[in-house]
């Protein structure tokens, strides 16, 4: 890894009339809402119902609005409304309108294929989601036969080590992550004895294999248990890093699971600090908890909204004025994905998807509320992170750490 250095609409009328009437739970990377169902569906902007066909530029989203991760696709869609409305807002892409259109892949692999084989059928020049690691790895070989580019969310190091030309990472990868939570692990928490608590998918190994090759480097001293997505029983892992006595846990899962080793590390009464990867920062992760139970814990994430960059900061105001609500790392993310396409089409200066593609690879300088987007030579487009405390729930940015890229 190079050297570190530290940095001190229509937006779904049916899926807004819904978060008045229900709540959801999160997964991975307040829920108000359980978005609708619009499997096998599609949805569009306002510029594509509104202009003539050849006015628009299309691209497709696959998100999750069903399943175990509805508030994830509902704030995916919000962010991606709102770039949309102010790039249109602002003359739109080579003198056309922006718009798209989204298919619900229920935040499961399989339904993934489907919905992106769908899409790819469409007239679209890129493609934004599926997010999270196992979905993007399920269909990234779709994309890259269609040759058609793709952004995802995932930050797993398996979807950089698949090669994938056409395949772009919108978030920071966890091998830049994971050597951040390590490192503050033993260099700022002074850690004695760490145990790395991983989920066995794609995304938990991928983060686990980062923060133990950086451990060896420091000549720390640690255990490694794992857990499967869907568990609700932690206490047999938890007890054990308790028994090898453990001062610290870096925790590299899903959201819901971050929910289940949040209570019943508290209920063991574990007197531990805690490092986590991004997602247990998002509302919808901590309106599950109890404060007590992630009191004084760090994460390692690209977003939260008490950030006093100015770019972060302009982002959460417009978002706020625009939905009566904070956004969060899906809508954070997949917002600036859309500011990177669109900077790439005018680059290009055309909508065909290869001239896209090669505009992507060269771009530079895009700021972001996730942090300032340009390509690496592994497509990965975000270079920096922070460490966020939380504080009766609310995390807050303790360090920012950026990375040199190639």
Known sequence: MKHMKRAASIFLVLVMAMSLLAGCGGSEETGETEAPSTAG?????????????????????SCAVTGNFPLAGERTLQGVQLAVDEIN???GVLGKELAFVYEDDGNDPTQAVTVVTKLLNEDICALIGPHTTTNCLAVQELVGEAQIPYITGGSGTAIAAAGNEYVFQCRPSDSINGVVAADFAVNELKSEKIGVFYN?????????????????????????????????????????????????????TDDAEDVVVARQTYELGLDINVITSAGVVMEQVLDQMEPEYVEGWYSVTDFVPANDDPVVSGFVEAFQAEYGIEPELYASAYYGAVKYLAAAIEKAGSDDPAAIRDAMAELSGIEAPT????????????????????????????????????
């Not at 998918?201 to 420091?218: A, I, P, S, T, Y």
């Not at 938890?238 to 870096?250: H, Y």
């Not at 729930?393 to 360090?399: F, Q, T």
């Open 89 to 91: 807002a602002a003359g």
């Open 200 to 252: 066995n998918n794609d995304f938990g190994v991928g983060g686990r294999d980062v923060v133990v090759e950086e451990l060896d480097k420091l000549g720390a001293d640690y255990i490694t248990l794992g857990h499967n997505s869907g568990d609700t029983d932690m206490t047999s892992q938890l007890m054990q890093f308790a028994a090898e006595g453990i001062d610290t846990m870096i925790l590299w």
């Open 371 to 406: 942090g300032t987007m340009g390509c690496a030579s592994d497509n990965t487009l975000i270079h920096s992170c922070v460490v966020t405390q939380i504080t009766d729930l609310k995390p807050a940015v303790v360090d920012t750490v950026s990375v040199e890229f190639e």
């Open 41 to 61: 569906t599609s949805g569009e902007s306002t510029a594509a119902e509104s202009s003539d066909p050849d006015g628009t530029i299309t691209f497709g989203i």
